[in-house]
């Protein structure tokens, strides 16, 4: 069902696709860790963060979007949330993480305080590096696709959403693996004998 103009994509874009049109199951895994040195939204001198991770697709339109719990009071909020819901179609399909940083508050609208993107290309050439270590030490590739990445990411101003200065950074644990890998891994660690 993919239109014509799958035909005008870069040679990158076309690798990206493959996943796609093999109908690879994606597994996408995003783990909202922590936020520090945030900008103060309230007049405490704190601010009360949550994340919308936001994936978007090549053309930039929204695919699917969630929102996460606030931490109070605080400019260094510890989140630990999993997002573990992504459709393997979404997660095969998207080209951008956009995590978006808000002031949550009781009465008036929550407040933006920053975004980061990470993008697909990103995640894919970190497992690429990763990959070729893990074949030089004779170890199995797919296992290392299965591994966490962390990214440590500056929050960026966006102007149409607010004016105020942004400032600090997220980190973010993301696992990006074909399905199938993760679940022979789960075998795997389910056939190890307990002690």
């Known amino acids: 069902h993919h239109d014509d103009k799958a035909s005008l994509h870069t040679p990158r874009d076309v690798v990206m696709s493959v996943q796609d049109q093999l109908g690879v199951s994606m597994l996408l895994e995003i783990n909202l860790v922590s936020g520090r040195n945030l900008a103060i939204r309230d007049i405490n001198g704190f601010s009360d963060p949550f994340v919308i991770t936001i994936l978007t697709n090549s053309e930039d339109n929204e695919l699917c979007r969630r929102k996460g719990k606030y931490v109070s009071k605080t400019l260094n909020p ?23 940083v808000w002031d949550w508050d009781l009465l008036g609208s929550p ?29 199995e590739g797919w296992e290392d696709d299965v591994e966490p990445m962390t990214f440590t990411l500056k929050l960026m101003q966006n102007k149409s959403l607010s004016k ?27 056939a190890k004998p307990s002690k």
């Open 78 to 100: 510890v989140w630990n949330e999993t997002i573990n819901d992504i459709s393997p179609q979404h997660a095969a399909t998207f080209k951008n993480i956009v995590l978006q």
């Open 111 to 139: 407040e933006f305080m920053g975004y980061a993107t990470i993008c697909k290309d990103d995640i894919l050439q970190r497992q690429l590096l990763s990959r070729s270590a893990a074949l030089d030490d004779g170890r």
């Open 164 to 190: 105020d200065a942004v400032s600090g950074e997220i980190e973010v644990v993301i696992t990006y693996c074909p399905l199938q890998s993760f679940q022979k891994l789960q075998m795997k660690n389910r």
